[in-house]
Nanobody
Framework: QVQLVESGGGLVQPGGSLRLSCTAS????????IGWFRQAPGQEREGVSC????????SYADSVKGRFTISRDNAKKTVYLQMNSLKPEDTAVYYC??????????????WGQGTQVTVSS
């Protein structure tokens, strides 16, 4: 059974940094694409970043390019989202998702429960 658990969210001041983790259980990351999404109150879910595990190719939403970095540790079955220069508009619940494919993914099949990120002074 594919399970994903996010961690690393919290409260941070504008300009600060956080690193989110997405840890997989029930499967290895090989051949998967892992995506990060976020959803703010009253807004639609937004794709943030995606990584294709096999070749390491990555993609980012324009709103986070140059500030966020996605990476993976296959041995730990974990994908990270390093978030720097955080802004109040980055405040949202962040979710990771997995699919047996390459980025971009039309529809992710498995989702985590989410972790709250709040950027506020």
């Amino acid at each position: 059974q594919v399970q994903l658990v996010e961690s690393g969210g919290g409260l941070v001041q504008p300009g600060g940094s956080l690193r989110l983790s997405c840890t997989a259980s029930g499967f290895t990351l090989d051949n998967f694409a892992i995506g990060w999404f976020r959803q703010a109150p009253g807004q639609e879910r937004e794709g943030v970043s995606c990584i294709s595990i096999n070749d390491g190719s990555t993609s980012y939403a324009d709103s986070v390019k140059g500030r966020f970095t996605i990476s993976r540790d296959n041995a730990k079955k974990t994908v990270y989202l390093q978030m720097n220069s955080l802004k109040p508009e980055d405040t949202a619940v962040y979710y990771c998702a997995a699919d047996l494919s390459y980025c971009p993914v039309r529809r992710f099949g498995s989702w985590g429960q989410g972790t709250q990120v709040t950027v506020s002074s």
